[in-house]
Each structure stands twice: as C-alpha cells, then as structure tokens.
C-alpha cells in the first residue's frame, strides 16, 4: 500500500524568472553568433541555452484549490503538492491530477433478492472525496471506477443481509430501518474503498421497491397488516372504554347490572365501538326488569 507524503515545490516566480533569463540569453547568444558568423557557437553555446529554456518553461504547473498533483520521476514516486497556486518543479517529473473535491456517486438500479429471499429493486447515493491521492493514483487501476464498482456490491450485500420489512417483530429492515441501514452501507463502503484512499462521508438509499413481478402480492400483504394494526388498536381502545363505563356506573350507583345484562350491554358497546358505520340506536321505552 503506498503511503502519501506531501511535498512542497519551488515557487512560480522563481521558475518563470529563469526561464526569462534563459531565453533571453538563448537570444543575445544567438544574435552574436549570426553576427559573427560563429556556427560552432551556435551548436554548442544556443542549441544547450534553447533547450534549457524550454525544460525550465515545461517544469512551471498550477495547482488548484482542493486538488492534488501527483510527482513521479521516471517511474519512483516522488511526492504530492496539495497547496494551491503556482508551482516550479523538475520538468522530468510526470504530474498527475488528483481531484480531492466532494462528489457524488448516483448508483443504477438493480435487482437482488433480500433476506428473505424476496427480489426487490434497490439504488443508492454515495457521497465521497479522495483524501489520499497517492493511493488513488497507485494503489487502484482507476479509482473512479472501482469505487462505482465497489459501492454496487455493497448495495448488493446490504440488500441481501436485511428483509425489505418486518412484519413479524421489530427488526432491522431496509424501508423500516433507514438510518441504520444508511450507517451500515457507510461502515462497509469505508472498508472497501479504503485501499483506494477513498472517504466515504454519507451514504443512502435512492430508490427501494418490490420488483414488478411482486409488487402487487406485496402491496396486499401491506394492506393486511395495516388493517389488521389498525383493528388491535381500536378493538383495545374499544375494551378499555368498556372497562370504564362498567367502572363507572358501578361506582356512581347508578344502575345495578347483574352479569347476563353486563354482557349484553359490552356486546352492545363493542359493536357500536368497533363498527365501521355508525350505530343505529334503539329506544328502550320500557324497563330492565321483566
């Protein structure tokens, strides 16, 4: 694993002064040479001035705010230039760029079957920066592509180590759990990335859904299982409201009710608790008592 160490290069205005020396004596020898009708001085004198000019000309680069500039000398890493302005170094050294800038990484949808083995369609954003610039330019072919690569098979595993939805108890899930699953699929793409110095500062799911051949059993199954929360729910409320009249007209005295006529009147209550329609009441014009 190649291990980054910063290196500071000459300034700008140092190199851009000796390249004008250089190419202004290229040109004072070269105009005393034709005058004096000095080939050889040309050859051995103007020919090495030029070529200096040039090389020292070729060693000047700017570096950009939040970019790296990658030093390499015939194959040996020499260092990175993480300061931004205006750089004079050996003209031999091959420069590469390295954007160390926040940028986001949309992920395609893909199928892949969850815990339970239920194939859903899954995407995710990944937000990331490069903090070595060594490492991505050694380490990795091309990090660009390796981390699109890397962050596929991570939404892969994500989606087959999770159920889309719990239905059962209260577990993790890929729609019921998002900021767990979202640190999950983090913690994983910090480990993957890492040999390519890569930091991953957030992580989420785009997209989730049932694939279409599914979709609709599914949506029932949803369907279900609200109505029937929705139900316990309001068959408690129901008892608990039941609970209370009894109490209370026990306490107060109002009407004594032995258990034939507690039953009916719960009966009486629960139906109009816990029906969908209102309750058409009946007028009882007589007595409890026969």
Same mark, same amino acid.
Not at 74 to 93: A, D, E, I, L
């Given at each position: ?5 910063? &290196?500071? $290069?000459?300034?700008?205005? @140092? ?27 040309? #050859? ?11 090389? !020292? ?13 990658? @030093?390499? #000398? ?11 302005? %205006?750089? %004079? ?12 800038? &926040? ?36 380490? &990795? ?13 991570? &939404?892969?595993? @994500? ?42 500062? =957030? ?9 279409? =051949?599914?979709?609709?059993?599914? #949506?029932?199954?949803?369907?279900? $299982? ?15 409201? +039941? ?6 007209? !026990? ?11 507690? $039953? ?6 629960? +139906? ?10 009946? #007028? ?7």
């Amino acid at each position: 694993m190649t291990k980054e160490r910063e &290196v500071s $290069a000459l300034g700008g205005a @140092l190199g851009l002064t000796v390249t004008i020396v250089l190419i202004a004596s290229t040109i004072y020898m070269t105009v005393g040479a034709v005058a004096q009708a000095r080939p050889l001085l040309l #050859l051995t004198v103007v020919a090495p001035l030029a070529i200096l000019s040039f090389l !020292s000309a070729a060693g000047l680069f700017t570096v950009q705010p939040n970019q790296a500039v990658v @030093l390499i #000398l015939f194959g040996s890493y020499v260092g990175t230039v993480k300061r931004s302005g %205006w750089w %004079w170094t050996n003209p031999f050294n091959t420069r590469k760029r390295v954007s160390l800038r &926040v940028r986001s990484l949309n992920g395609h949808m893909i199928k892949v079957n969850d815990h339970a083995g239920n194939p859903v369609e899954i995407a995710a954003v990944v937000v990331r920066r490069v903090h070595d610039a060594a490492q991505a330019t050694f380490d &990795v072919e091309s990090f660009e592509d390796f981390v699109s690569v890397q962050s596929e098979t991570a &939404v892969r595993h @994500l989606a087959s180590a999770y159920p889309y939805d719990e239905y059962d108890h209260d577990g993790i899930s890929l729609r019921g759990s998002t900021d767990k699953v979202s640190e999950f699929l983090r913690t994983e793409l910090s480990e993957r990335l890492r040999p390519a110095g890569v930091e991953i500062l =957030e992580a989420r799911l785009s997209h989730l859904a049932y694939a279409p =051949e599914i979709a609709g059993a599914m #949506l029932q199954r949803q369907q279900a $299982a609200a109505i029937i929360a929705a139900r316990q729910r309001i068959v408690e409320g129901a008892v608990g409201m +039941v609970e209370m009249a009894l109490d209370r007209l !026990s306490a107060n005295r109002i009407v004594s009710l032995d258990e034939e006529r507690k $039953a009916a009147m719960v009966s009486n209550l629960l +139906v109009v608790l816990c029906g969908e329609r209102a309750a058409m009441p009946v #007028l009882n014009t007589g007595t409890l008592h026969n």
